[in-house]
Nanobody, 124 residues
Framework: QVQLVESGGGLVQAGDSLRLSCAAS????????MAWFRQAPGKEREFVAG????????PYGDSFEGRFTISRDSAKNGVYLQMNSLKPEDTAVYYC?????????????????WGQGTQVTVSS
């Protein structure tokens, strides 16, 4: 079964760091565009960061570049999200997504595969 599984979330204090991981079940995901989205209660799912399937592109959503970094996890066919200088407003469920293409859309409808999400809670 093709699937994505996120891990690495938890409860941290403002200013702390976390690294989220997304493991994919098949090697084909190494050439897929992958992205991180997050969703807080009562809010829309928003784009955090993405990495192109084959080209050198790592777009970030507004306010995330400089604090968050997306990178490939080749061993698990997936991606990492390194999060630094966390703020309480970063509290959300973080989702990994993938699509069988190079480009990284910033909206959810273009992604075929989704993980179950991992909770990140940042206290003040």
């Amino acid at each position: 079964q093709v699937q994505l599984v996120e891990s690495g979330g938890g409860l941290v204090q403002a200013g702390d760091s976390l690294r989220l991981s997304c493991a994919a079940s098949a090697r084909t995901f190494k050439t897929y565009a992958m992205a991180w989205f997050r969703q807080a209660p009562g809010k829309e799912r928003e784009f955090v960061a993405g990495i192109s399937g084959r080209s050198d592109a790592t777009p970030y959503g507004d306010s995330f570049e400089g604090r968050f970094t997306i990178s490939r996890d080749s061993a698990k066919n997936g991606v990492y999200l390194q999060m630094n200088s966390l703020k309480p407003e970063d509290t959300a469920v973080y989702y990994c997504a993938a699509r069988g293409a190079d480009a990284v859309p910033t909206t959810t409808e273009w992604y075929e595969y989704w993980g179950q999400g991992t909770q990140v809670t940042v206290s003040s």
